[in-house]
């Protein structure tokens, strides 16, 4: 995506959020709901959520009123681009989900949908790829999603999981 789009994108997800009244001067202090609103709003299954939170990330001086936690180590101790499949962004949303809404006391309340929205994102950087590939990144993208729903972290991919995603490459090259 080119940066002249993203700044595009944030700019407009700017104004929109000012308009529904969501969005704060920097000086302003922000509501609880407010920063609830704007939370959730970045943390559906859709493309449309997936690129607000993106332009947010962009231009986190935007958002510092909402004194949002935007710290990630990506994808844990797992690999975050595994067999060259790009999923670092989606772990670092996961990561924005995971920890913002810790912070507010309302974890329990939005985690599936956190690791619904995780998944939902993998998935769109698989359809990024050959058709070809495209098995093996699905294959990636399930098993990060059972390892943060099951156990809350994608620590518990192993070796052996990703090896088996390895097996449903082509023999060709791609």
């Not at 308009?19 to 449309?48: F, H």
């Not at 101790?77 to 670092?88: A, R, V, Y």
């Not at 619904?116 to 790829?129: G, I, M, N, P």
């Not at 070796?159 to 995603?165: F, P």
């Amino acid at each position: 995506m080119s940066r002249r789009l993203v700044t595009s994108l944030a700019v407009g997800a700017l104004a929109l959020l000012t308009t529904l009244g969501l969005a704060a001067p920097a000086s302003a202090a922000v509501s609880t709901s407010q920063k609830l609103s704007v939370l959730s709003s970045w943390t559906q299954t859709s493309a449309t959520s997936y690129n607000a939170w993106n332009a947010a990330r962009l231009n986190q001086g935007a958002w510092s009123a909402y004194a949002f936690n935007w710290s990630t180590d990506y994808c844990s101790s797992s690999p975050d681009n595994p067999l060259g499949f790009k999923f670092n962004l989606s772990c670092y949303r996961h990561d924005f989900g995971y920890r913002n809404y810790k912070a507010m006391g309302q974890f329990s309340a939005n985690k599936d949908r956190i690791d619904s929205s995780f998944y939902a994102d993998l998935k769109r950087v698989c359809a990024t790829y050959s058709s070809a590939v495209q098995p093996a990144c699905y294959s990636l993208a399930w098993t990060y999603y059972q390892a943060v729903h099951t156990f809350g972290s994608i620590a518990a991919v192993q070796q052996s999981d990703i090896d088996r995603a390895a097996r449903l490459y082509p023999t060709t090259p791609r």
